[in-house]
């Protein structure tokens, strides 16, 4: 974790989201990182439902295994929280929109969106025409749109990351700008002067 941070300092971002799959960061140890590095780090979670990957800010629980989405809902609601649907067409597009007839009016359908805050639109683990179909999807629903790298390796650090309007101090801060949608996603390596507000979930 050390080598990410230091990459996403030194590539100029202003702070880096930790939402790793079904593990909920202790605050202690995300508060020694950010003490060590003096930079910002956030938690947040990468929660499997029977309707695809949600990540979810503001839940301190634990969940393990795959989870019913209306639950999650439910249970981030309850926390104040904020839950953003990763990657939803990770995959989907594979053969093309056209072999597929799926369009963005028919994917507006799917149950996750009925149930999320907000969309990535940008993820680096995902091609450019699935990034595109999501966006188009997002923003025919009115949703908040993000974007994050997905990062597992230190280079993989700041391919794409969400610009806030206003700065973000912690957790809280970070939740209220989503819930304003003070959000811009952006290519963050590729545009990094259109990004210097950058956090990296």
């Known amino acids: 974790m050390d080598d990410l941070i ?10 880096i989201c930790l939402t790793d799959h079904n593990h909920v960061w202790r605050p ?6 950010r003490q060590k590095h003096g930079f910002l780090v956030l938690r947040g979670n990468e929660i499997i439902t029977d309707q695809g990957d949600v990540i979810v800010f503001g839940l301190e629980r634990d969940i393990q295994g795959i989870t019913r989405l209306e639950d999650l809902r439910a ?14 067409f990770r995959g989907f597009l594979t053969f093309g929109v056209d072999k597929l007839g799926l369009t963005p009016e028919k994917a507006m359908q799917r149950k996750i969106f009925q149930y999320v805050d907000g969309v990535e639109i940008l993820n680096g683990k995902v091609n450019e025409e699935e990034n595109r179909f999501a966006g188009q999807v ?10 994050g790298s997905d990062a597992h390796e ?33 290519a963050f390596r590729r545009g990094r002067n259109d990004a210097r507000t950058g956090v990296h979930p």
Do not use: C, W
Request: charged fraction near 25%; avoid cysteine.
């Open 138 to 147: 997002a923003q025919g629903l009115g949703l908040v749109l993000t974007g």
């Open 154 to 186: 230190v280079e993989e650090v700041g391919r794409y990351a969400t610009r806030l309007a206003s700065p973000v101090r912690n957790e809280q801060d970070l939740i209220e700008a989503l819930k304003k949608g003070q959000t811009a996603p952006v």
């Open 75 to 88: 249970e981030v609601l309850q926390a104040g929280g904020f839950m953003i649907a990763a990657h939803p």
């Open 6 to 15: 230091r990459e996403a300092v030194r590539i100029g971002l202003d702070g």
């Open 28 to 33: 202690e140890t995300v508060d020694a990182l």
